[in-house]
């Protein structure tokens, strides 16, 4: 998969990806991640990119002709058609379904937005969709795209060492949390772990993790569990 992140610091979205998994997955050749400065398209001395808002207020607009020169030269570095998403607290919020949708994609260009954002009509001709990260306000769109990027990369086939990890993840499958895990040592001061999980019955730790998926799900997420078919035995857990 191939990124493209257009931003005023694209070197902190790449530094961002390059640890762990999604490190790996770049020296792999699974995932690519490409920078483009709207500044290094800017025209003049200063090499502005960003002009008063019309109307006044405070802050500063980002200018349309860098972004879209950068968008440009991205869109022109690789043939294959590219989804251009720009990072914005206004956009539909991320999700594991959305990451998954976009993981599928073979390419991506994400635009991060700094200041007061970015000339509406920019938005308007070049962005395939806004996503925001939460409901709050970040400085600029970098952060958001290096979570997007780590979320999407993880996707990618043989990033994981077991692709079944990501499966099992919450939010996956039916939309559950994931359930608790444990590891050495069995005994400890901070507690024991459940003994089902020693007992090497694949069966019964499968039904266990299940009904621990279940039990938090309804603790913390209890919105998330509309959408899980439940048997009847396990709406009985959730009775309980
Ligand atoms: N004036 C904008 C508003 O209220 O909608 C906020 C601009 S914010 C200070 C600067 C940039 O940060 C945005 O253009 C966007 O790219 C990014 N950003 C801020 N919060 C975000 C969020 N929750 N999710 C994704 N991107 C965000």
């Not at 956009?91 to 007061?116: F, H, K, P, T, W």
């Not at 001709?125 to 769109?141: F, P, Q, R, T």
């Not at 958001?144 to 990369?153: C, E, F, G, L």
């Amino acid at each position: 998969m191939r990124v493209d992140i257009i931003s005023l610091f694209p070197e902190f979205v790449a530094q961002c990806a390059a640890f762990g998994v999604v490190g790996r997955a770049q020296e792999r050749g699974l995932l690519s991640i490409h920078g483009w400065n709207p500044r290094d398209f800017a025209e003049g001395n200063y090499r502005r990119v960003d002009d008063r808002p019309f109307g006044g207020g405070p802050g500063m607009v980002m200018l349309i002709d860098p972004l879209r020169a950068a968008i440009d030269a991205a869109r022109t570095a690789d043939p294959a058609p590219a989804r251009v998403v720009y990072l914005s607290p206004q956009g539909r919020a991320l999700n594991q379904a959305r990451v998954r949708a976009l993981a599928g994609q073979s390419r991506i260009i994400l635009l991060c937005g700094r200041y007061e954002g970015v000339d509406e009509r920019l938005l308007a001709a070049e962005v395939d969709e806004e996503l925001s990260i939460g409901d709050y306000v970040l400085s600029g769109g970098e952060l958001a795209a290096a979570v997007v990027v780590d979320a999407v990369a993880r996707l990618q086939d043989g990033v994981l060492n077991d692709a079944d990890s990501a499966v099992q993840d919450s939010f996956e499958g039916d939309g559950l949390l994931d359930c608790p895990h444990y590891t050495r040592p069995v005994e400890h001061s901070l507690g024991t772990v459940p003994e089902v999980l020693l007992s090497g019955n694949h069966a019964e730790i499968a039904r266990w993790r299940r009904r621990q998926a279940l039990l938090r799900t309804r603790e913390r997420r209890p919105d998330l569990l509309a959408a899980a078919g439940l048997s009847a035995e396990e709406a009985r857990w959730l009775e309980a």
